[in-house]
């Protein structure tokens, strides 16, 4: 059974950082392509970025190229969303999520295997 954990969400002042971790268990991790999602309230879960089984390959949306960094340590099976420069609009349920895939977008429609989320709250 595949389990993703994340963990690190909280309360942060706009300008500052999180880093979150996403433990897996129960599937290949190097085989999958692995990502993070995040959903505010009233809104759709959106893609913020990918990162290929190797870390050779990573995309990031508009709205975090810049500021958020995905990375992954295959020998731990976790990957992580480093997250700088906060704003209040960054504020959502952050998803982890693992896809066999080759395609560098993941979408919401194709994940098949996501983690409970964690939130992210940034205050003004």
């Known amino acids: 059974q595949v389990q993703l954990v994340e963990s690190g969400g909280g309360l942060v002042q706009a300008g500052g950082s999180l880093r979150l971790s996403c433990a897996a268990s129960?599937?290949?991790?190097?085989?999958?392509?692995m990502g993070w999602f995040r959903q505010a309230p009233g809104k759709e879960r959106e893609l913020l970025a990918t990162i290929s089984w190797s870390s050779g390959s990573a995309y990031y949306a508009e709205s975090v190229e810049g500021r958020f960094t995905i990375s992954r340590d295959n020998a731990n099976a976790t990957v992580f969303l480093q997250m700088n420069s906060l704003k209040p609009e960054d504020t959502a349920v952050y998803y982890c999520a693992a896809d066999w895939t080759t395609a560098t977008i993941m979408t919401v429609s194709s994940v098949e295997n996501w983690g409970q989320g964690t939130q992210v709250t940034v205050s003004s």
């Open positions: 129960g599937l290949n991790f190097r085989g999958y392509r």
